[in-house]
């Protein structure tokens, strides 16, 4: 490595403070990605075959365990790193401060431990390796990993310093997020304590309700299946596909299925194939030789090369053209394809996620979609629900975004009615959990005090019918206007059931399906008022 060109000193500190400034916002299955990120920057800056962060202490690790990357070109079955055994024989060494650059190759004069982990380095194809130690005051509890097959690879002091120093700063970005007692105190000038807050309202490392799954927040029936349907197919490494309309957290989804497959160790890629011109996105995907087009000044990778070993998230898959979908198909079936520009083929093992709010059977029927390509995608489909359908989540993600927000915009919400929460819960949230979210945010920007006050005009009239755009949004509207027509009367002659044409528990059970719930009572109102706050 030739330590007088800062560019790989520059790839790396922008990687390392990219992850320092974001490990504490991010939710578990985000951090593992956005590490495995980091260390394929600092890999290929310094063009190593593998980085790892191991745990090496005598308890659980408090910093994490499970953080690797492999290059697209190494011949490994799994990461060298990657292993509780590998795991098993640090614990063996006597860490000290000092960095340890391991030759695989030399004679076996070392201890035992050392001896150990040579054979295990040297058995999975590693020449040379670079182990250094994170130290919790004066134990050392972890350590950083760097390996390269070639035998002949120097780390160079320049690169071994500067590696220490940047495995000191995001180690203790890690450390800082699961120890979060005393910065946990720190709240905005004038706000309450954080100790002092309903357990709704306080930060929290992993917001889930519930599921289990970081980020994914609910009890409702509806969700439960989706759930139950992604840790069936988790651990089964096939084509997935995610159905549901805009804004029900199909990126989630993926992000948990990745983190929960057998490549969690490696990448997860994502590309929205609605967000990018026909023009560019094949090359986007398959990448592109230089020369292939005018502005092919290098050669590039697609998404798919950076996902090898990894999960490629193709969201909005019923946008991709027509023209593509062939190649795709191919990609899907023989693990192959070429970029853009050239004549060679190139193998890949990649696990597909698709996404779409559209209807693809649909679709194809309308020619616009290639039924082959369709059942390739369709192994296994999930339908993720619209919040319509899970009304009853409403409040957890409320509290969820309350908590997710409110740091930065420097408010301390502690409490919200429950006048708020039934008029949040009545809404037909056309644009789903995105659309909530937003709403939310805009409320606590506007509100000055501990209590979340709504600032949108169509959710502050209890009584006000959605936006009918879609035909559940029709139906629910038409039933409103009647009700409201008949004084919400259901039941008697020219009353909401017989203006409808239904039989009065028909009409109650649709009025429960759609959320539909009477706002504008003296005597409800005054009921929600004498119950407790949401936030209890």
């Known amino acids: 490595m030739d330590s007088s060109q800062d560019k790989w000193r520059t790839e790396i500190n922008l990687a390392a403070r990219d992850f320092a400034s974001a490990a504490a916002s991010l939710e578990d299955e985000e951090l593992r990605a956005f590490f495995n990120t980091m260390l394929r920057e600092i890999g290929e800056s310094l063009r190593l075959d593998c980085c790892a962060l191991v745990d090496a202490g005598e308890q659980e690790s408090t910093i994490g365990s499970g953080y690797a990357w492999c290059s697209t070109s190494e ?37 035992g431990a050392m001896a150990s982990v040579k054979a295990s380095l040297r058995g999975a194809g590693l020449g ?14 972890g350590a950083w990993l760097f390996g390269a097959i070639d035998t002949s690879y120097v780390f160079a002091e320049p690169v071994v310093e500067h590696l220490q120093t940047v495995g000191d700063l ?28 309903p357990l709704k309202a306080r930060p929290a490392r992993a917001w889930t309700t519930g599921t289990g799954v970081a980020g994914i927040v609910g009890e ?8 139950a349907s992604l840790d069936e197919v988790a651990e089964a490494d096939c084509t997935v596909l995610l159905l549901g309309e805009t804004g029900t957290g199909k990126e989630l989804f993926a992000r948990a299925l990745h983190g929960r497959g057998p490549r969690a160790a490696f990448s997860l890629v994502s590309v929205n194939c609605a967000a990018l011109p026909p023009t560019l996105i094949e090359s986007e995907l398959f990448g592109h030789q230089r020369g292939a087009f005018t502005g092919a000044i290098a050669p590039r ?57 559209q209807d693809l059977p649909r679709a194809v029927a309308e020619g616009a979609f290639r039924a082959d390509l369709y059942y390739r995608l369709n192994v296994f489909p999930i339908r993720l629900p619209p919040l319509r359908e899970r009304r009853e989540d409403i409040p957890a993600l409320v509290w969820a975004f309350i908590r997710k927000r409110q740091v930065a915009l420097r408010r301390h919400v502690t409490s919200v009615l429950p006048e708020t929460m039934a008029v949040l819960q009545q809404h037909s949230w056309p644009g789903n959990i995105r659309e909530l979210e937003n709403v939310v945010e805009r409320a606590l920007i506007h509100s000055t005090g501990d209590t979340l006050e709504l600032l949108d005009p169509n959710l502050a009239l209890p009584g006000a019918p959605p936006v009918a755009d879609t035909l559940t949004s029709v139906e629910r509207a038409h039933i409103q206007g009647v009700l409201r027509d008949c004084g919400w009367r ?19 059970f649709r009025m429960k399906k759609l959320g539909i719930v009477r706002l504008d009572a003296p005597s409800d109102l005054s009921r929600v008022r004498q119950t407790r706050a949401w936030a209890g």
């Open 490 to 508: 259901i039941n008697g002659m020219g009353n909401a059931a017989e203006r409808l044409g239904l039989h009065p528990n028909t009409l109650r």
């Open 301 to 357: 990778q697609g998404r798919f090369e950076l996902a090898h070993r990894g999960t490629l998230f193709l969201d909005e898959i019923g946008d991709l053209p027509i023209e593509l979908q062939a190649k795709l198909l191919r990609v899907l079936q023989e693990g192959a394809f070429e970029r853009v520009g050239a004549s060679q083929t190139q193998a890949v093992d990649v696990r597909i996620i698709g996404a779409t709010h």
């Open 220 to 227: 409702s029936a509806a969700l439960k299946a989706a759930l």
């Open 170 to 197: 995001v180690s203790a970005a890690l450390r800082s997020r699961w120890f979060r007692p005393e910065a946990a105190e720190q709240a905005p000038m004038g706000a309450t304590p954080v100790s002092r807050l």
């Open 128 to 141: 040379t390796a670079l182990l250094l130690p994170i130290a919790t005051g004066k134990r050392a509890t």
């Open 75 to 111: 011949p490994f079955r799994e990461c060298p790193f990657q292993s509780a055994a590998f795991a098993r024989l640090l614990n063996g060494l006597e860490l000290a401060r000092q960095p340890m650059v391991i030759d695989t190759a030399a004679a076996d004069v070392d201890d």
